[in-house]
């Protein structure tokens, strides 16, 4: 099992900016993909960015992100500290949502989640 928790959501104006974190605990090793999600009121909840692990010929990590999002937020993982994040610049009001951190291996992604936190751009 691998419990994620987020932090870092709040309220920011338009333009603002917002890092969100997310820590993992338990069978950590086992991840290969993380990423975040996000659900606005009315809508489905949908994806922002992922990030996967570098394979054995190429160490570097494979990032991915929603059109909606691309140049603004940014993906990234310490593995170290058993933490990701997302760095959101210009925020705009559309990024208000609950964000939810995920993870999984590599042939059952997304296999586990946070609970969310609260993200709101005030305009």
């Known amino acids: 099992q691998v419990q994620l928790v987020e932090s870092g959501g709040g309220l920011v104006q338009a333009g603002g900016s917002l890092r969100l974190s997310c820590a993992a605990s338990?069978?950590?090793?086992?991840?290969?993909?993380m990423g975040w999600y996000r659900q606005a009121p009315g809508k489905q909840r949908e994806l922002v960015a992922t990030?996967?692990?570098?394979?054995?010929?190429?160490?570097?990590?494979?990032?991915n992100y929603a059109d909606s999002v691309k140049g603004r937020f940014t993906i990234s993982r310490d593995n170290v500290k058993n933490t990701m994040y997302l760095k959101m610049n210009s925020l705009k009001p559309d990024d208000t949502a609950v964000y939810y951190c995920?993870?999984?291996?590599?042939?059952?992604?997304?296999?586990?989640w946070g609970q969310g936190t609260q993200v709101t751009v005030s305009s």
């Open positions: 995920n993870a999984g291996p590599y042939n059952d992604y997304p296999r586990y």
């Open positions: 338990g069978s950590i090793f086992s991840i290969n993909t």
């Open positions: 990030i996967t692990r570098g394979g054995r010929t190429n160490y570097a990590d494979r990032t």
